[in-house]
């Protein structure tokens, strides 16, 4: 069956450094990638998608790289910020969307 | 256009009642997706419509569950009686199947949270 895999243990960063975030995901092949982030109480926010033929997607500070052989996408954020912390949830696209348990991140300033 | 708009935001009941959600999409989209989320988990698909037609429902969900979309505008999740591994972030979200990008980007619904007391 379809399985999604984040890091499991929340990540804690100084404020100004890069937060580095893994999303690997077993037996499919997704035509595409999103990310999306998640504060609490509140439903998940779409941040960025990449395509199974595009190696690195940018927007601002974000950065998303997708390598299928690997079945793996990383997902940057760097100069992070204190505003930055979250829930990030990855989700390797098909018909429905299948999220991963996400990672939560915390920026100390 | 405000989003996607779910109510109640918040349900409290007794366990073996009946609860009922609403789901006002955003209007020009054409999928509706239903899930279900835990404390320190991912969201769990339930299911989802293309307009009217329910395409697809998850193995997992008890036949406790239904979900209806009527005309293909707004949809209603109901649960028939509530147990208390039913306590839960019920989340809606919806898409424009194939989109200004050509795929499947999701907007989400703040959540209706539910208590099965």
């Known amino acids: 069956s379809q399985k999604i895999e984040q890091n499991s243990e929340a990540l804690n960063i100084q404020e100004g450094k890069t937060a580095t975030l893994t999303c690997n995901y077993t037996n499919y092949s997704p035509a595409y990638l999103q990310w999306y982030r998640q504060d609490p109480g509140r439903g998940p926010v779409f941040l960025l998608l990449?395509?199974?033929?595009?190696k690195e997607k940018r927007k601002e500070r974000l950065k998303v790289t997708f390598d299928t052989t690997l079945k793996q996408s990383l997902f940057h954020i760097t100069a992070s910020q204190p505003a930055d912390s979250a829930t990030y949830l990855c989700?390797?696209?098909?018909?429905?969307?299948?999220f991963g348990q996400g990672t939560e991140l915390s920026v100390k300033p | 256009d405000t989003g996607v708009s779910q109510d109640p935001r918040h349900k409290i009941t007794k366990r073996g009642q009946n609860v009922t959600f609403r789901c006002d999409p955003i209007s020009e989209h054409n999928r509706l997706y239903w899930y279900r989320q835990t404390l320190g988990q991912g969201p769990e698909f339930l299911t989802y419509?293309?307009?009217?037609?329910?395409?697809?429902k998850s193995r997992l969900l008890s036949d406790r569950f239904s979900a209806e979309r009527p005309k293909g505008s707004f949809s209603t999740l109901e649960i028939q009686r509530t147990e208390q591994g039913d306590s839960a972030m019920y989340l809606c979200?919806?898409?424009?199947?194939?989109?200004?990008?050509?795929?499947?980007?999701?907007?989400f619904g703040a959540g209706s949270r539910l208590t099965v007391l």
């Open positions: 990449i395509r199974e033929n595009e």
């Open positions: 989700a390797p696209s098909g018909g429905k969307l299948i």
């Open positions: 419509f293309q307009n009217e037609a329910q395409l697809e």
């Open positions: 979200a919806s898409s424009l199947e194939g989109g200004f990008t050509g795929a499947n980007v999701l907007t």
